[in-house]
Structure formats: structure tokens, C-alpha cells
């Protein structure tokens, strides 16, 4: 599943390409993906991309002229956009395949957007997870309150998250991964910051210390924003809309990385399962 990094990458790029650009045509493929929307086309035919905001791994697209407008966009797991114009097709998401962007609107198209200068913009979802859901200002308030503080916020409110959480008996990591909590980490940088904080992911949250919560929040920062710098994170061939592919794997020092050295202490990185997620650790590092 793509995380606030590469969902990150996807927005910013698609700031450069699709605003201001008024939408003549839509085709929906899949009515499941507009949540049976019958609707979807005629609302928004004629109308052009104003800005593309984001909470954690929701993309939240507003419209010109339109104050109660908003297109909530979540890619889930295999969600991916491709912008095509006459000279080249670029995509960012998750795909299944290296082929995605062939023929396009092709098998796993589920939403086409046709613009009036010729450019389109596609939404390929091979499993289905993800949505584009219509909303007006109420509904798209909403969904952004069911998210907590987001780790790369410079304004990271430390103490009200660790009140939120003090007495929770679940592990660090589950709490880490609840969006309503902290939005934007999922599995991969929850075990990087984990990592970089020193603390081991299946402590009870109750028994970790404020220190501990803040720098693991700080930790979760500073991987999430160099991930950023360096266009997320390449799993199952993300590419960024540039069609370039993440490259932060390069820095990544536990995840992925079981039975390999520390790069701390050289002891062997393992791994196990919490919270139903396979999770990477160092024994001696971690506490």
C-alpha cells in the first residue's frame, strides 16, 4: 500500500499537470470505485482541478469556483494515476505491473478524466480497494477529522498525543498504525522509526515513556520527509507521476532487512509479526 510519502509524491506531481484545466469528459469503468455514484460524471463535467490537499494517505481535490465541491481519493492498496498527454504517459501509485500504463484506459482503468486541451488523467486500481468519493465541504471536513496529527507537522502537538495514547494495552506499533491517532505512518516507516528511536515495536504503549513517544513521533518525521526528498519508497513498482521510481530503499535500515547486520551494532535484524504485520527490529538496539 502506498504511504504518506509516495501518496506525497503523487500529489505534488500532480499539482504540475492537471489544474486549471477544465474536465470534458469522464468515463467511469467501475461504479464500485465512485461509490455507485450515477451522478459522478455530470457533477463534475465542466469543472477544472483548483488544488490537491492531503491527510495522511487521503488525497482531497477541490474544485474552481466551487466552494462545495471536494473528489476524496484514496489509492489503497494497487491504486495509481497515470497523466497522459500527447508526448508522454507518466504514473504514480502502486501497480501490480510494469504494463499498467499500456492502452490506456485499459483493463484495470476504473476512472478516465478527459481534459479540453487533450490531456487525460486515469485511475488504474487492479484489486479495487481504491475510491473517488464526491463530497461537499461538511462530508470532506469530516473525513479529515478522522485523522490524527500527521509525524512531518512541524507543529506536532506531542503532549496531546501522548495523553491520547498513555493508557493504551495494545503494542507501540498498532498504535502507531491507527490513522485516527497519527496519520500517514504505515507498516514500512513505523519500523524505520521504531528503529531510529531505539524502542522495541511490541512494547505496550502504556509502558513506553513521553520521551520515548516524542522521539519516536520525531523519528517518524524525519524518515517520512527524506522519503519524500527522495520520491517514497519502491515496492511492487511504484513510480512517481514523473514515472520515476522511489528510490528511499536505499536508506531504509531495518525494514526488508532480516537476517542482515545492524547497521548500528551488527547484530542480526529480525523479524516477527505484530499487529498482523510482518515487523523488523533489532534485539540489541531496541528496547
Known amino acids: 500500500m502506498p504511504e504518506l510519502p509516495e501518496v506525497e509524491t503523487v500529489r505534488l506531481q500532480l499539482l504540475h499537470k492537471i489544474l486549471n484545466k477544465p474536465i470534458e469528459k469522464i468515463k467511469v469503468f467501475n461504479q464500485k470505485t465512485v461509490a455507485n455514484n450515477a451522478n459522478f460524471s455530470k457533477k463534475l463535467i465542466g469543472k477544472s482541478f483548483a488544488n490537491i490537499d492531503r491527510i495522511g494517505k487521503l488525497l482531497i481535490f477541490s474544485f474552481k469556483d466551487e466552494k462545495d465541491l471536494f473528489l476524496l481519493t484514496h489509492l489503497k492498496m494497487t491504486g495509481q494515476f497515470f497523466y497522459v498527454d500527447q508526448k508522454e504517459i507518466v504514473g504514480g501509485g502502486h501497480s501490480s505491473g510494469v504494463d499498467d500504463s499500456k492502452d490506456l484506459p485499459n483493463r484495470h482503468t476504473r476512472i478516465a478524466f478527459y481534459f479540453t486541451d487533450g490531456t487525460s488523467l486515469f485511475f488504474n486500481d487492479m484489486r479495487?480497494?481504491?475510491?473517488?468519493?464526491?463530497?461537499?465541504?461538511?462530508?470532506?471536513?469530516?473525513?479529515?477529522?478522522?485523522?490524527?496529527?500527521?509525524?512531518?507537522?512541524?507543529?506536532?502537538?506531542?503532549?496531546?498525543?501522548?495523553?491520547?495514547?498513555?493508557?493504551?494495552?495494545?503494542?507501540?506499533?498498532?498504535?502507531?498504525?491507527?490513522?485516527?491517532?497519527?496519520?500517514?505512518?504505515?507498516?514500512?516507516?513505523?519500523?524505520?522509526?521504531?528503529?531510529?528511536?531505539?524502542?522495541?515495536?511490541?512494547?505496550?504503549?502504556?509502558?513506553?515513556?513521553?520521551?520515548?513517544?516524542?522521539?519516536?513521533?520525531?523519528?517518524?518525521?524525519?524518515?517520512?520527509?527524506?522519503?519524500?526528498?527522495?520520491?517514497?519508497?519502491?515496492?511492487?513498482?511504484?513510480?512517481?507521476?514523473?514515472?520515476?521510481?522511489?528510490?528511499?530503499?536505499?536508506?531504509?535500515?531495518?525494514?526488508?532487512?532480516?537476517?542482515?547486520?545492524?547497521?548500528?551494532?551488527?547484530?542480526?535484524?529480525?523479524?516477527?509479526?505484530?499487529?498482523?504485520?510482518?515487523?523488523?527490529?533489532?534485539?540489541?538496539?531496541?528496547?
Open 128 to 287: 479495487m480497494f481504491g475510491y473517488m468519493k464526491i463530497a461537499n465541504l461538511v462530508e470532506a471536513e469530516k473525513a479529515k477529522a478522522r485523522f490524527g496529527q500527521e509525524p512531518i507537522a512541524n507543529d506536532f502537538d506531542f503532549q496531546k498525543f501522548s495523553e491520547r495514547i498513555k493508557k493504551k494495552n495494545t503494542p507501540i506499533k498498532a498504535t502507531l498504525l491507527d490513522q485516527s491517532l497519527v496519520a500517514g505512518l504505515g507498516n514500512i516507516y513505523v519500523d524505520e522509526a521504531l528503529f531510529l528511536a531505539g524502542v522495541l515495536p511490541n512494547r505496550k504503549t502504556s509502558e513506553v515513556s513521553e520521551k520515548e513517544i516524542k522521539n519516536i513521533i520525531k523519528a517518524g518525521g524525519k524518515v517520512m520527509n527524506k522519503s519524500i526528498t527522495y520520491g517514497g519508497t519502491t515496492f511492487q513498482h511504484f513510480l512517481d507521476i514523473g514515472g520515476q521510481t522511489g528510490n528511499y530503499t536505499d536508506f531504509l535500515k531495518v525494514f526488508g532487512k532480516q537476517n542482515t547486520p545492524c547497521p548500528k551494532c551488527k547484530t542480526l535484524i529480525q523479524k516477527s509479526r505484530v499487529a498482523g504485520r510482518g515487523t523488523h527490529f533489532c534485539p540489541n538496539c531496541q528496547k
